[in-house]
């Protein structure tokens, strides 16, 4: 993540959340994700375990900060970080979802198959694509 110039915020269970354009300046936090992406599915497919990763990439404004009295977390909140999370957890495949926020910050310089609307959790609804190597 850090070659990409990310930040991993945190761990959930089996889950990474991962930030770009936070704490140090990104110039292209979305195409850095999708890099990472990119690099983290593949390595995971590698392992002997064969694990498919899900991925979900999202911009927008989120709330950061400390949050505990003795044992202090840095940590994210926010209607961006719910969008990525549902992203991350769409289909029961290797892949790699970006909202259309994230999207237009990459178009014309990669492939994603527009997935058309989708409806969340919380009524939100978001449109979705799926990135595609080049040969898809």
């Given at each position: 993540?850090?070659?990409?110039?990310?930040?991993?915020i945190?761990?959930?269970?089996d889950?990474?959340?991962?930030?770009?354009?936070?704490?140090?300046?990104?110039?292209?936090?979305?195409?850095?994700?999708?890099?990472?992406?990119?690099?983290?599915v593949?390595?995971?497919?590698?392992?002997?375990?064969?694990?498919?990763?899900?991925?979900?990439?999202?911009?927008?404004?989120?709330?950061?900060?400390?949050?505990?009295?003795?044992?202090?977390?840095?940590?994210?909140?926010?209607?961006?970080?719910?969008?990525?999370?549902?992203?991350?957890?769409?289909?029961?495949?290797?892949?790699?979802?970006?909202?259309?926020?994230?999207?237009?910050?990459?178009?014309?310089?990669?492939?994603?198959?527009?997935?058309?609307?989708?409806?969340?959790?919380?009524?939100?609804?978001?449109?979705?694509?799926?990135?595609?190597?080049?040969?898809?």
């Open positions: 993540m850090t070659a990409h110039g990310l930040e991993k945190k761990t959930i269970g889950g990474f959340v991962t930030t770009g354009n936070l704490l140090q300046p990104l110039d292209d936090p979305v195409m850095a994700s999708v890099r990472c992406a990119l690099a983290m593949t390595t995971a497919a590698a392992n002997p375990a064969k694990w498919k990763l899900r991925i979900g990439i999202h911009v927008g404004p989120v709330v950061a900060g400390i949050v505990g009295q003795s044992k202090f977390s840095f940590d994210l909140w926010g209607d961006s970080v719910n969008v990525a999370a549902r992203l991350s957890g769409l289909g029961s495949n290797a892949a790699i979802h970006l909202s259309e926020q994230a999207w237009a910050r990459i178009e014309g310089r990669c492939h994603c198959a527009p997935l058309g609307p989708m409806e969340f959790k919380g009524g939100r609804r978001v449109v979705v694509y799926r990135y595609q190597n080049a040969d898809d």
